[in-house]
């Protein structure tokens, strides 16, 4: 008996072998997302990589058709997406972020999982025993990823730079930025979406130990100033960040360098973030491409504020 001779499950029903794969889907990204999950906001390999070449593997076994089974794969994750958006484990910016990779794995597990299926699984006599146990082992080979994964992990520090060039002085600079009312300027599509949007900057007590505090659309980050050399630099310590994300991205530092270059100034922010995502390759550069549209909101609104000042 061959593989095409073998009757597969649902082969007369569509519906009822679309809905074991959904089904399948499902129960493995969600149930291995649960498993691995970190309640300090360490996520890395496993969860962003294994999770969904898992989860496309176990469909593969039980979607026996290749349209039945990528329907199932992308309807699965629909799925799974709202889950997590609905019950609060990731926001909508983060679940954006992740898809390539996650779309990725499940499509490598789905085609790994497929070719087990017809090159092992239906050419063996016990095909449902043999797709029990590849289930069932499952979650025994990602809790020892994840168990691996955790003597490695660690606090990873990124800081991105952005830099203005205005027609003001650094006394005018310096003037706008230590006290920033009512800062306006154009939302980019991530700030839309859940990326944090400031609103004002206020500073309490001149000089090293003194308060700053920034406030966004929803909660505020708490500064103490580390270094104040008024009108050309001022850096900040962050001490207590209370705005939309989760416990995986946090706030180390911030500053601001103002140098006169001939007739214009220069100004340079810099901020300093803490992350507890992997791999670093993929995540670094998602997290810069976050603080950069943070970076060039301010400076479009200090911008505005120069010009009507003049």
């Known amino acids: 008996?061959?593989?095409?001779?073998?009757?597969?499950?649902?082969?007369?029903n569509l519906l009822l072998g679309l809905l074991s794969g959904v089904v399948t889907a499902v129960v493995f990204g969600v149930g291995c997302f649960l498993l691995v999950f970190n309640s300090q906001g360490f996520m890395g390999w496993t969860l962003f990589l294994l999770v969904p070449?898992?989860?496309?593997?176990?469909?593969?076994?039980v979607a026996r058709r290749r349209n039945i089974l990528i329907?199932?794969?992308?309807?699965?994750?629909?799925?799974?997406?709202?889950i997590l958006l609905l019950t609060g484990f990731e926001g909508f910016v983060c679940v954006l972020m992740s898809a390539p990779l996650l779309a990725s794995g499940l499509a490598i597990g789905g085609l790994f999982g497929w070719l087990v299926?017809?090159?092992?699984?239906?050419?063996?006599r016990g095909s449902k025993t043999l797709t029990l146990l590849m289930l069932l082992i499952i979650p025994i080979f990602l809790t020892g990823a994840?168990?691996?994964?955790?003597?490695?992990?660690g606090l990873r520090t990124q800081t991105v730079s952005d830099t203005l060039v205005v027609d003001s002085s650094p006394k005018a600079v310096w003037h706008q930025l230590t006290s920033m009312e009512n800062i306006t300027a154009r939302k980019t599509f991530l700030m839309k979406i859940g990326?944090?949007?400031?609103?004002?900057?206020?500073?309490?007590?001149?000089?090293?130990?003194?308060?700053?505090?920034?406030?966004?659309?929803?909660?505020?980050?708490?500064?103490?100033?580390?270094?104040?050399?008024?009108?050309?630099?001022?850096?900040?310590?962050?001490?207590?960040?209370?705005?939309?994300?989760?416990?995986?991205?946090?706030?180390?530092?911030?500053?601001?360098d103002i140098s006169r270059v001939g007739s214009q100034t220069v100004v340079t922010r810099k901020t300093t973030i803490i992350s507890r995502l992997a791999p670093a390759w993929y995540w670094g550069r998602l997290e810069a491409i976050g603080?950069?549209?943070?970076?060039?909101?301010?400076?479009?609104?200090?911008e505005q504020k120069l010009t009507e000042s003049k």
């Open 195 to 256: 990326l944090p949007v400031p609103v004002s900057c206020s500073t309490e007590g001149e000089g090293v130990g003194g308060k700053r505090t920034c406030y966004f659309e929803h909660g505020f980050i708490e500064e103490r100033i580390t270094e104040w050399n008024s009108p050309y630099s001022m850096k900040f310590e962050i001490v207590e960040a209370d705005v939309p994300g989760r416990s995986w991205l946090g706030f180390k530092d911030a500053s601001y």
């Open 71 to 82: 329907a199932s794969l992308i309807i699965g994750l629909l799925f799974c997406t709202a």
């Open 146 to 153: 994840n168990r691996t994964e955790e003597i490695s992990r």
């Open 117 to 124: 299926r017809v090159q092992v699984i239906d050419k063996s």
């Open 1 to 12: 008996m061959n593989a095409n001779s073998i009757p597969e499950p649902g082969g007369n």
């Open 53 to 61: 070449v898992v989860t496309g593997f176990a469909t593969a076994l």
């Open 291 to 302: 603080v950069h549209t943070e970076h060039n909101y301010l400076f479009e609104a200090l």
